[in-house]
DNA sequence: TCAATATATGAATAACTGTTCATATAGTAA
DNA sequence: TTACTATATGAACAGTTATTCATATATTGA
């Protein structure tokens, strides 16, 4: 049995069905923010936007275990949101792309919050 | 005991430790990201992109059952992603503000995919 | 080689979250 | 009021996930 909606948004309820991405981009993109959204995670995020450093001084700055550390860490550079390099013993790691900070001040702004 | 470090990260560990938001203000940006972070979520959000929609066709765009859908849209309106008003005996859905729409984008972007 | 530092990883547990089912509330028309 | 449509909500279950602990790998210096 039919509904019995006005016809008004009936327009958008079909471009909306008509430019629905495939199940497999939601899946990405829904993957991204999925990781960016755990305080831990986000917290080193916060910290790289003053530049790249290594795991000691990461675990430094959001506190935590180191091994909690390391497979937010793990996570964060499987969804390309952080990317890593070595330098002797240490692993440096640093925000993947500009994306990444335009997103969170994008977020903040949405909070009426300073960055 | 001290770590063996170079000393050109510390000067980054420093201002990160410094300028790392107050815990409030981290988990509320991580809740905001949590929030559309859901496949399903998400698609409602691509849904409403394209205007204003009732319930129903919302569910009609997105799939799944009527009360999932009620309690995800419950979900993006106590965070602030959508707002919602009354039309009758519909409730109509839009999104809260641009932001959402930027993020959304910039995602898609970062993924190199088109929106 | 050995010892020390730095980082990563596997397994297990505890906490969280999305969906479903059943039901409740609210508006409309008769 | 009663019947119907539209939407919301509470509880419970299933699946997911973050952390901890113990251990493994890799680099450096002696």
Redesign the interface.
């Given at each position: 049995m039919e509904?019995?909606?006005?016809a008004e948004?009936?327009?958008?309820?079909r471009?909306?069905?008509e430019?629905?991405?495939p199940?497999g981009?939601?899946?990405?993109?829904?993957?991204?923010?999925?990781t960016?959204?755990?305080?831990s995670r986000?917290?080193i995020l916060?910290?790289?936007?003053?530049?790249?450093?290594?795991v000691?001084?990461i675990v430094?700055?959001?506190g935590g275990a180191q091994s909690a550390v390391s497979h937010q860490l793990r996570l964060l550079k499987a969804n390309?949101i952080v990317k890593s390099r070595r330098?002797?013993q240490?692993i440096?790691y640093s925000l993947a792309?500009e994306?990444?900070v335009?997103?969170?001040e994008?977020?903040?702004?949405?909070?009426h919050?300073k960055?």
């Open positions: 509904c019995q909606h006005k948004h009936e327009g958008a309820a471009r909306a069905i430019n629905m991405p199940e981009e939601v899946e990405r993109v829904a993957a991204i923010f999925k960016i959204s755990e305080p986000l917290k916060f910290a790289l936007r003053h530049g790249e450093m290594c000691f001084h430094e700055a959001v390309g330098d002797g240490n440096v792309d994306h990444v335009a997103v969170l994008l977020a903040c702004t949405h909070l919050c960055l």
